[in-house]
């Protein structure tokens, strides 16, 4: 069963415009991680914030976390044809195993 | 660094048979970690390995089973396959000390069933 819902399910935006995906989680968490997907490939970490944190920056992401609301966003400044992909939230609870709890995903298309 | 190495990348099987996937995880990463991907379900947590053991397992089958050598490298086996199995199959390591800290995830095995 997934962790959470994203949203949107789809964007579609215009090259050099902003993207945001906003995510939400059910359960208390350790880590929100974001991951990338390009054409059903393997997915590639972009950014972990832990649970005492707030905000976190990353070359042109920029990622927050409100563990009162459950939610998460994830900002993509200045867009590029190559961030069209598809975009995963993934939660890491306490726990001792490794399991991380996926979202459904944004499929992000930027148009040139 | 060298990656998470999944083989093979492509597997077509035919119902009824059953399929053996292939993880190497990073060099000293201990914790090797499987998912499956379909559009229906999205991505699944199936079972975590460490150092040889099965930590966790998520809500599948028995057909789907796997193991741990003592080099971390891992396998997933998948019995009896059903069309339904159909995915993208994807390990990922983790370590949570040192250089290469988190989850690295391979680039999965396209499973087929027909």
């Known amino acids: 069963s997934q962790q959470g819902e994203e949203d949107p399910q789809a964007l579609s935006i215009q090259e050099g415009e902003n993207a945001t995906m906003n995510c939400s989680y059910k359960?208390?968490?350790?880590?929100l991680q974001w991951y990338r997907q390009n054409s059903g490939r393997g997915l590639v970490h972009l950014i972990l914030?832990?649970?005492?944190?707030r905000e976190k920056h990353s070359g042109r992401l920029r990622v927050t976390l409100d563990t009162s609301k459950k939610s998460s966003s994830l900002l993509i400044t200045a867009s590029r044809a190559a961030d069209t992909a598809s975009y995963f939230c993934?939660?890491?609870?306490?726990?001792?195993?490794?399991?991380?709890?996926f979202g459904q995903g944004t499929r992000l298309t930027i148009n040139p | 660094k060298a990656g998470v190495t999944q083989t093979p990348r492509y597997l077509i099987k035919t119902r009824g048979q059953q399929v053996t996937l292939s993880c190497s995880p990073i060099?000293?990463?201990?914790?090797v970690s499987w998912y499956q991907q379909t559009p229906g379900q999205g991505l699944q947590f199936l079972f975590e390995?460490?150092?040889?053991?099965?930590?966790n397992k998520g809500n599948f089958p028995g057909r789907f089973s796997g193991r741990q050598f003592s080099n971390s490298r891992s396998e997933m086996n998948v019995s009896t396959l059903e069309l339904g199995d159909s995915a993208l199959y994807l390990c990922?390591?983790?370590?949570?000390?040192?250089?290469?800290?988190?989850?690295?995830f391979g680039s999965g095995t396209r499973l087929t069933v027909v």
């Open positions: 993934a939660t890491d609870a306490f726990s001792r195993a490794q399991k991380l709890v």
């Open positions: 359960t208390s968490i350790n880590n």
């Open positions: 914030i832990r649970s005492n944190e």
């Open positions: 060099s000293g990463h201990r914790s």
């Open positions: 990922a390591s983790s370590s949570w000390t040192g250089p290469n800290y988190g989850y690295t």
């Open positions: 390995y460490f150092s040889e053991t099965q930590r």
